[in-house]
């Protein structure tokens, strides 16, 4: 099945500074690849997604670049804020008429300090 | 518009005993599946439903059972709880065709002493 990984586990960044995080999948049918930022004690909640037909999207500071040959895809937050500290998530599935089976990767907690 | 429902918040649970953890959607989404968060380790899907009737196994699916009987609810029941069962549990739901996003419900922290 499909095996997610992702980098770094914690990444402290200024405020105003660029944070990455990394994710590489394994099952190269993947086609659908969503991000989910979890804030404490709270629910994932979808923060952007991109399909495999596409190699990046943006949503104001928030983007997601994919790379279909190396299987690995990346978000990308621009001037960070401290409201984004939380914990993202990376995601892969295969997109089918019968549903969207996620498979995660081990998170990344961000912190954005004063 | 609630979104995805589960009940309870929190719950603890003796080993042994047994308990169903409650989802429901409003949304008329066709699929529905349990994930569960334990630290470090991501979220791990134990069963889903493709649409009433359909259900099947996740990656975790060990000791749970579901159905699906509407559309509408998809419960996860633990048959004996174990220690190794102590988790936060989240359903999510989403369409089957077109926008493929999910949505999360709140969540069931479960403890099993």
């Known amino acids: 099945g499909e095996n997610v990984e992702q980098h770094p586990s914690t990444l402290s960044v200024q405020e105003g500074d660029s944070a990455v995080i990394k994710c590489t999948y394994s099952d190269s049918a993947s086609n659908y690849f969503p991000w989910y930022k979890q804030e404490l004690g709270k629910r994932p909640q979808l923060i952007i997604d991109i399909r495999s037909n596409v190699g990046e999207k943006k949503d104001q500071r928030i983007a997601v670049t994919l790379n279909k040959t190396a299987k690995h895809f990346s978000l990308h937050i621009t001037e960070t804020q401290p409201e984004d500290s939380a914990v993202y998530f990376c995601?892969?599935?295969?997109?089918?008429?019968?549903?969207?089976?996620?498979?995660f990767g081990t998170g990344t907690q961000l912190k954005v300090e004063l | 518009n609630a979104g995805v429902t589960q009940t309870p918040k929190f719950q603890v649970l003796k080993t042994g005993q047994s308990m169903t953890l409650q989802c429901a959607q409003d949304?008329?989404?066709?699929?529905m599946s349990w994930y569960r968060q334990d630290p470090g380790m991501g979220l791990r899907l134990i069963h889903y439903s493709v649409g009433a009737g359909i259900t099947d196994q996740g990656e975790v699916p060990n000791g749970y059972n579901v159905s699906r009987s509407t559309t509408e609810d998809f419960p996860l029941r633990l048959l004996s709880a174990a220690p190794s069962q102590t988790s936060v549990y989240f359903c999510?739901?989403?369409?089957?065709?077109?926008?493929?996003?999910?949505?999360f419900g709140s969540g069931t922290r479960l403890t099993v002493v």
């Open positions: 949304m008329n989404h066709e699929y």
């Open positions: 999510a739901s989403s369409y089957s065709r077109g926008r493929k996003a999910t949505t």
């Open positions: 995601a892969a599935s295969i997109l089918t008429g019968g549903g969207n089976k996620l498979t």
